[in-house]
């Protein structure tokens, strides 16, 4: 039943409730179709509230069975009860009474994945953002805090495993083959952080001793037969707790920490408290099933989830309008994390490559809002890369701005002062404006202004005067709602680079502010002027990527390959090396939309070459150089009128030229990089099987055979070369008897896994060209498919709809249409991920005519059904504009 009204939700509309819930005791007696919940609530009416204000609790589908106050049941007119709403009028002059709740819920039927629900057997619950109120009538809100004690009951057979949040207390057998656990959180907590788990599970344990000497009993509980490959996660869950304690001082503070990972999930984990909820896709894990990109998501994820636990559950939000200051301080955090276990380079170049991929579309498309959203009409649509990804960018600028000691100290009186509150991004900021006596009024605006900021940067060397000169000019579009923008407070690291590749230190500094080796850009437009410069240096601006901007600058294309030769920080070699690929492929795809051949710029060719052959550089950062910008990085910088079949030709034109003249030095790379000894998922190896896979690519191009990736896909002793081998076999011979038996042979050693099968699904909806949509079509009908399920249905229709621009984006309209009646389908069982995936269109307007009007069609014929989900609704209504 779909019963939301699509509500306009104002961030100005916010007000603290009449009542608070000091106290929820809950018990629930699980029946897979009829699941009774018994809730009392200790309710208290705030100061200045009286007695008339009625009690209004939220609910979405639910059923009433019984309601008492002060253990007398109320009657009729002491009360209004709907599935989404009780409200008591009835209530008792006192500033304190008990409400007793008692609704049924059936977790069967729940295909939402919110509320109580069963996935293989397993019951679980998703209460983020509003799935408390699918369990019970509660102030489902975060500002609403409560101390909580759980009663579960259930059958012993079917659910030997009873785990809720917080500390066990007791268990014990009842009659009829069931038994109990209870569990108590001291911790108070918003509703979003419940959650009860009760199945059959496999579980691995462990411990970790907190600084203070706390033990902590850890468990991962699995499905059975699966417990060997959660032994990552529980050593990557290990190493999180220990890097909290040493670098942000914070202690784990409960007695257990437990983590479950269940196959139907929406997203890739749950916070909730001491009972983090897992997509199995992030916990599982070994040689055989999971590639080093599987690892890292594992490795990110879990710690993630774990920092929550200080940013988002001891410091929770006051509402959903504040939702990056846990998503987007908690990014950061997971960010830093695997940036200290693993390459910082190689690390902050893959975050500024999914910050490019994911959210400067959102930014520059029909859906871009701010870091801090003002308004919304279904908060779920605002789980996006703006709020988490551009949310932790603006965390990095604040430590840029500040440098790390100040940064810590803000970061240290944040948790000293808002512990155990629901806080708002102004709390945030005043801490580090407080630790660090400076104004941060005009840097807030980032979490304010939506867009992409553009900096436009040109030069200026005056050889007789020894000055260098950089002008600054920043501009921002206009995004939805919002047509003027403020200028911002830009960090822009920087270095100036002497022709010994040595860095120059300039006299003097006029103009805008630098500090050290930022500078603050704060007006629209600013100088910079150096002093005591001998010759005229190279500039390496944004390095480390130091602010979420675009670039624009008229450096020379030799000042690039000198940055991409010499820059002393990576990201600038690999930004300068980026600019140089984008460029030369740019205008090969308007020779090609030409009808001509794209040029093939030899220089460039030659430095790829160069940085491969490096061998004092990370295997990891050299496969970075190697992979060219994608087919829709290239889309978005072209902006508009993009035409996917001549990206493809430019891009692949430019891989065959690397790849036929290099071939000889690459196949020689491709030996000495061969695997030896057992698999190990560490950063290096998995840097030394990036390069190697890399090479396999570009050597099968060369050699337009696809003997070599057959060899290693039959050879592979790991998911990574072997799933990199079919992607090679199946995207550049897709038509070959080697792709044919490679599939065959996955399948067959694969096919009782669905999560492994994902890699099948995906590799076979990726491949370039029109008939995907054929293969695509005939995959639905495979047995492990299934639309219900979310990772089966992004392997297939969501990897189909992203990450394969000529077969999605055919020239006919034809996958557009069959994508339209996919969200449909989605849509009537699981609104949260039709709208997840229907984001894929969001750059429509940008394609080429033909495309556009095609597009524009399916979007049309969304909008145009009747009975659509507030979730998709509000997406394609944004998306049409
Ligand atoms: N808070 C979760 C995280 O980022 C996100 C999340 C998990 C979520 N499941 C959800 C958000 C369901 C909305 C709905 O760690
Ligand atoms: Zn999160």
Request: contains cysteine.
């Amino acid at each position: 039943m779909r019963t939301d009204t699509g509500q306009l939700f104002r961030l100005e509309d916010y007000r603290p409730t009449d009542y608070l819930i000091p106290q929820t005791s809950l018990a629930f007696d699980l029946h897979p179709e009829k699941t009774i919940v018994r809730a009392v609530l200790s309710i208290e009416r705030r100061e200045g509230t009286d007695a008339s204000q009625p009690l209004v609790l939220d609910g979405d589908d639910l059923k009433l069975v019984a309601l008492s106050v002060n253990g007398v049941a109320l009657g009729d007119n002491g009360y209004q009860a709907t599935p989404e709403r009780l409200e008591i009028t009835q209530l008792p002059e006192e500033k304190r009474f008990t409400v007793e709740i008692v609704t049924e819920i059936n977790p069967m039927t729940n295909r939402q994945l919110m509320g109580l629900y069963r996935s293989s057997g397993v019951y679980c619950t998703q209460c983020e953002a509003e799935g408390f109120r699918r369990i019970t009538y509660f102030l489902d809100r975060p500002d609403v805090l409560s101390v909580y004690t759980v009663r579960i009951e259930a059958s012993k057979a079917e659910a030997p495993v009873l785990l809720s949040n917080g500390n066990p207390v007791e268990t014990g057998d009842l009659p009829g083959g069931r038994h109990f656990a209870v569990w108590d959180d001291p911790h108070p907590k918003p509703s979003y952080l419940f959650a009860l788990v009760a199945g059959s599970l496999g579980h691995i344990a462990d411990s970790f001793t907190t600084r203070s000497g706390r033990k902590v009993d850890l468990a991962i509980y699995v499905e059975h037969g699966k417990e060997p490959r959660a032994l990552y996660a529980m050593d990557a869950l290990k190493r999180s707790m220990k890097w909290d304690e040493d670098v942000f001082g914070r202690e784990y503070d409960l007695d257990v920490f437990n983590v479950v990972a269940v196959s139907d999930f929406n997203m890739g984990a749950m916070e909730n408290k001491g009972l983090n909820v897992f997509n199995d896709k992030y916990v599982l894990a070994d040689a055989e099933t999971a590639t080093d990109a599987d690892y890292a998501g594992i490795e990110a994820v879990i710690a993630h989830e774990y920092f929550h636990n200080w940013t988002g559950n001891r410091i929770t939000c006051r509402d959903w309008f504040q939702l990056c200051l846990k998503e987007g301080l908690t990014v950061f955090r997971d960010h830093e994390f695997s940036a200290d276990q693993r390459s910082r380079a190689v690390k902050r170049i893959a975050e500024v490559k999914t910050l490019k991929a994911h959210q400067f579309p959102e930014d520059a498309g029909p859906l871009a809002h701010p870091v801090r959203p003002r308004q919304y009409r279904e908060i779920n649509n605002f789980y996006t890369a703006t709020v988490y990804e551009k949310g932790s960018e603006v965390v990095r600028m604040i430590r840029t701005i500040l440098g790390p000691d100040l940064f810590r100290k803000g970061m240290d009186l944040y948790f000293e002062r808002h512990d155990g509150d629901a806080a708002t991004i102004e709390d945030f900021v005043r801490v580090f404006e407080e630790a660090s006596g400076r104004d941060l009024s005009q840097f807030a605006l980032w979490y304010e202004q939506a867009g992409t900021p553009n900096l436009s940067v040109s030069y200026d060397y005056d050889a007789a005067e020894k000055t260098f000169t950089i002008e600054l000019e920043q501009s921002m579009k206009a995004t939805p709602g919002q047509s003027r923008k403020k200028p911002m407070h830009i960090p822009v690291k920087f270095g100036l680079i002497g022709s010994d590749g040595k860095e120059i230190a300039p006299e003097t500094t006029a103009g805008a502010e630098v500090i050290a080796d930022v500078i603050h850009l704060r007006q629209r437009k600013e100088t910079v002027r150096f002093t005591g410069i001998t010759e005229r240096p190279v500039p390496s601006l944004l390095r480390g990527f130091s602010a979420p901007v675009t670039l624009a600058s008229e450096l020379p294309r030799d000042d690039l390959m000198f940055l991409a030769l010499n820059d002393s920080d990576p990201v600038g070699r690999w930004q300068a090396l980026t600019k140089l690929l984008t460029g030369t492929l740019i205008a090969g795809v308007k020779r090609v939309r030409g009808g001509k051949m794209p040029v093939i710029d030899s220089d460039i060719v030659d430095l790829v070459g160069r940085i491969t052959a490096d061998e004092t550089l990370d295997a990891a950062f050299r496969a970075l150089c190697l992979t060219l910008p994608g087919e829709s990085d290239i889309a978005r910088e072209i902006g508009n009128n993009i035409d996917p079949d001549a990206v493809l030709a430019s891009r692949d034109a430019l891989i065959k030229a690397i790849a036929e003249t290099h071939a000889g030095l690459f196949a020689a790379l491709y030996d000495t990089l061969v695997n030896t000894g057992e698999f190990s998922p560490d950063a290096a190896s998995a840097g030394r099987r990036a390069l190697r896979n890399s090479l396999l690519d570009y050597l099968s191009v060369a050699e337009a055979s696809p003997s070599r990736a057959a060899a290693q896909y039959r050879a592979a002793d790991n998911m990574t070369d072997r799933a990199a081998a079919l992607g090679v076999l199946v995207h550049r011979f897709g038509d070959s008897e080697s792709a044919a038996e490679a599939l065959a042979a996955f399948e067959k050693r694969f096919g009782g896994d669905p999560l492994v099968m994902d890699k099948w699904f995906i590799v076979q909806a990726t491949r370039p060209g029109p008939k995907s949509l054929d293969t695509v079509q005939a995959l639905m009908q495979h047995r492990l498919f299934s639309l219900d399920n979310p990772n089966r249905a992004r392997a297939l229709i969501g990897a189909f709809a992203t990450a394969n621009q000529t077969g999605f984006n055919r020239a006919d309209g034809a996958a557009y249409r069959f994508f339209a009646d996919a969200i449909l389908k989605i849509d009537g069982e699981n609104p949260q991920l039709a709208a997840r995936l229907l984001t894929a269109l969001r750059s429509w307007r940008s394609l080429e005519a033909g495309r556009r009007e095609h597009a524009r069609a399916a979007l049309a014929q969304i909008a145009a059904t009747e009975k659509l989900s507030t979730d998709v609704k509000d997406i394609v209504e944004r998306t049409l504009g």
